[in-house]
């Protein structure tokens, strides 16, 4: 390792208040719908959370991405206009007492939020060979979604809510944004200042879904594969670990 790589990796090494810093974001990241502000977002931190989101990584660093800015009231209108006709056809999906709760809930901030934000995936980014696309095609849309990520979380750290809106047909968006055929609307967001930030997710709140406990969802070796007794230990510390995220003493 040359000096300023071991220089520049020793930067890296994060302090303890850094390290909680970023636990604090992840586990305090919220969708939101329901508590944006209508104040305008600053340039300077909309150029931020949109630099972390172009260092996300990416298939064969393919960089598939491309953001496009909404503000423009009529834009934003007619995405809205999309948004009801497909959230009418979903809370159709649902029977009885679960469609009344559907029609309840608040699931976008389209015109609440100063700023949307479609981030899309062009699948000829790099030409038709991708280095690490050759045998699973949908990485670059991946990579996008990784893209998603660090934009939320970094957001987040600056203290401004995201909304995912994904109720909507991907021709409608389409057809508003003007998206040429090789290129995936893989997220809708609203983006903005917010009044506050819930402590669960609304759709917990809402008891609509709870949070699974993780120990169900880890696996040893095989699918559903049962831990050998010495991993007791270990599933006990996930549990632990969990529950005090969960109690906001993780960090
Ligand atoms: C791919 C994706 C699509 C989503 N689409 C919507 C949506 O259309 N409307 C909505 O209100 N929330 C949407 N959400 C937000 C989820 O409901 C939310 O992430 C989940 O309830 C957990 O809450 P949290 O993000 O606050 O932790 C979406 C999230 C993801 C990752």
């Not at 009801?84 to 608040?106: I, P, V, W």
């Not at 995912?164 to 090789?182: G, K, N």
Request: with cysteine; proline share 5%; charged share 25%.
């Amino acid at each position: 390792m040359t000096e300023t790589a071991a220089a520049r990796q020793s930067e890296m090494t994060l302090s303890d208040q850094d390290r909680r810093g970023l636990y604090r974001t992840i586990l305090g990241r919220r969708d939101v719908r329901g508590q944006f502000l209508p104040d305008a977002i600053d340039d300077g931190v909309l150029a931020r959370i949109l630099v972390a989101a172009h260092h996300a990584p990416s298939v064969g660093f393919m960089q598939p991405w491309s953001f496009i800015i909404i503000r423009s009231p009529e834009q934003r209108a007619r995405v809205k206009a999309a948004f009801d006709r497909a959230n009418t056809e979903a809370a159709l999906m649902f029977d009885g007492e679960r469609a009344e709760k559907y029609r309840a809930l608040k699931l976008e901030g389209i015109l609440d939020a100063p700023v949307n934000l479609c981030i899309t995936c062009d699948r000829d980014r790099a030409g038709p060979v991708v280095l690490g696309r050759t045998h699973m095609a949908e990485m670059d849309l991946y990579s996008t979604v990784c893209a998603v990520e660090n934009l939320w979380l970094a957001a987040r750290a600056e203290g401004l809510g995201v909304g995912w809106v994904s109720i909507i047909e991907p021709a409608a968006l389409r057809t508003i944004l003007d998206l040429p055929e090789r290129v995936v609307p893989v997220a809708y967001l609203c983006l903005g200042k917010v009044s506050h930030f819930l402590a669960q997710p609304e759709l917990e709140n809402k008891g609509w879904r709870k949070r699974l406990p993780l120990e169900e969802l880890v696996a040893f070796d095989r699918f559903n594969g049962p831990g050998a007794a010495g991993d007791e230990a270990f599933i006990e510390r996930m549990r632990q670990a969990q529950q005090a995220a969960e109690s906001g003493e993780l960090v």
